[in-house]
């Protein structure tokens, strides 16, 4: 990037483009539920775990593109991603038992990590200034949401009148589409200190720091309760929310059905979202990161035990959307840029791919127990109740961190 001092720049761009795709794609699977259950006779678990065993190659395909990026080139890294995530997509178009579908995850989950943030906000963390980079980082982010506010309702749609199969067909066109944007995605050298340092030394450094740990530990709960909602809120909407009657605002709108009902909720957290974010990388940009961390974790906490102790009605489900839309992914460039500002930029994709690792086996286990306590108990009650203790921990597990640079004087 020639100039640094700008905000929007051609690689934030394409950098927004290839995450809207990814999180369109990812954040339609929840969507998928009942219509494979539905077809093949499984139980919920069934494809939850397919879902589960997605997330949890995302997390652990996200610190092998890091290194994979800062080895043998950004780009490289993307391409790989995409035709991986493409390669899943249509195989599991032709899936038709649950070991198969589940199998075929692998790839889509290692697709997802490929083309998401680990790699991709790196790239926009080394192009952006210092006063910039927050607002950078949320910026892609908050693309990720943008492609989250159409991505179910388009995938519900779609399904009106396609099968699942052919939808999957469609995403997979879709996300190899984004290689078009990868000319731009060509991040400026870093100085020749970061440089020389060896990636070994800084993930020793890191691996022994307790605030990194803590980070670590904390980034759990996140990705619980976000893998929770993504796969089975639409399903809990369709099952346990009150009718839509005639004549209300979201019958006039078209939403006359919970199903429907549950698509669009994704869509609103997402698009609250994108103003969350927004507003979490403003604030970073101005207090610390640890404290904004420690309070959207505690606020979710908050906004989930409301929603579950009241009746769940559309508009219940609707203020849930919103409230929680708005600390949906605010996390993400807060704890990007902290890892950042902590460790230095040059192995931030692998170290931020580390840390998003254990976002994915909160994912994983908010997937999974989803299904598995489901068929056990016929609702989701507990599990949602689960989630909220998780996100308390998280919580209270930021506020002891440490926020001061370590090594290289290079902020984030």
């Known amino acids: 990037m020639k100039d640094r001092t700008a905000l929007v720049t051609p690689i934030l761009l394409a950098a927004c483009l290839i995450i809207t795709v990814n999180f369109a794609i990812r954040g339609a699977f929840g969507v998928f539920q009942i219509p494979i259950a539905e077809e093949f006779g499984w139980p919920r678990a069934e494809f939850s775990m397919a879902i589960a065993i997605q997330n949890?190659?995302?997390?652990?395909?996200?610190?092998?593109?890091?290194?994979?990026?800062?080895?043998?080139?950004?780009?490289?890294?993307?391409?790989?991603?995409?035709?991986?995530?493409?390669a899943g997509l249509v195989l599991s178009a032709f899936a038709t038992t649950p070991f198969a579908i589940q199998s075929l995850e692998v790839l889509v989950g290692l697709g997802i990590a490929g083309t998401g943030f680990g790699v991709i906000l790196a790239i926009v963390a080394r192009s952006a200034s210092?006063?910039?980079?927050?607002?950078?980082?949320?910026?892609?982010?908050?693309?990720?949401?943008?492609?989250?506010?159409?991505?179910?309702?388009?995938?519900?749609?779609?399904?009106?009148?396609?099968?699942?199969?052919?939808?999957?067909?469609?995403?997979?066109?879709?996300?190899?589409?984004?290689?078009?944007?990868?000319?731009?995605?060509?991040?400026?050298?870093?100085?020749?200190?970061?440089?020389?340092?060896?990636?070994?030394?800084?993930?020793?450094?890191?691996?022994?720091?307790?605030?990194?740990?803590?980070?670590?530990?904390?980034?759990?709960s996140c990705g619980y309760q976000l893998g929770f909602i993504v796969a089975h809120f639409p399903a809990l909407v369709t099952e346990m929310c009150g009718p839509i009657?005639?004549?209300?605002?979201?019958?006039?709108?078209?939403?006359?059905?919970?199903?429907?009902?549950?698509?669009?909720a994704i869509s609103v957290i997402g698009l609250a979202n994108i103003v969350g974010t927004l507003m979490a990388g403003w604030l970073g940009q101005r207090y610390p990161k640890k404290y904004l961390l420690a309070s959207i974790y505690a606020a979710r906490t908050i906004i989930g035990a409301v929603f579950i102790l009241s009746p769940i009605t559309p508009m219940s489900v609707i203020l849930f959307s919103v409230f929680m839309g708005s600390l949906w992914l605010a996390t993400v460039p807060l704890t990007s840029g902290l890892v950042g500002y902590l460790f230095g930029l040059r192995y931030?994709?692998?170290?931020?791919?580390?840390?998003?690792?254990?976002?994915?086996?909160?994912?994983f286990l908010g997937i999974w127990l989803g299904g598995r306590l489901y068929d056990a108990t016929g609702d989701y009650t507990l599990v949602w109740w689960l989630g909220l203790a998780v996100g308390a921990f998280s919580a209270l597990v930021h506020l002891p961190i440490r926020e001061e640079k370590r090594g290289l004087p290079q902020a984030a």
């Open 130 to 220: 210092d006063e910039h980079r927050s607002m950078a980082l949320a910026m892609t982010t908050a693309a990720g949401s943008l492609g989250q506010v159409f991505g179910a309702p388009l995938a519900e749609w779609m399904l009106s009148f396609l099968p699942w199969q052919t939808v999957f067909l469609v995403f997979a066109a879709a996300i190899l589409g984004v290689l078009f944007a990868l000319p731009f995605m060509r991040a400026p050298v870093l100085s020749k200190t970061e440089i020389e340092e060896s990636m070994g030394t800084v993930l020793s450094r890191a691996f022994r720091d307790p605030s990194y740990a803590m980070i670590f530990m904390g980034f759990f």
């Open 348 to 363: 931030m994709g692998t170290l931020y791919g580390f840390v998003f690792l254990s976002h994915q086996l909160g994912s």
């Open 245 to 264: 009657l005639p004549g209300s605002t979201l019958h006039a709108l078209g939403v006359t059905t919970t199903s429907a009902l549950g698509a669009v």
């Open 56 to 86: 949890l190659f995302w997390g652990i395909g996200q610190p092998i593109f890091g290194a994979i990026a800062e080895k043998i080139g950004d780009r490289k890294a993307i391409f790989f991603g995409a035709v991986l995530y493409a």
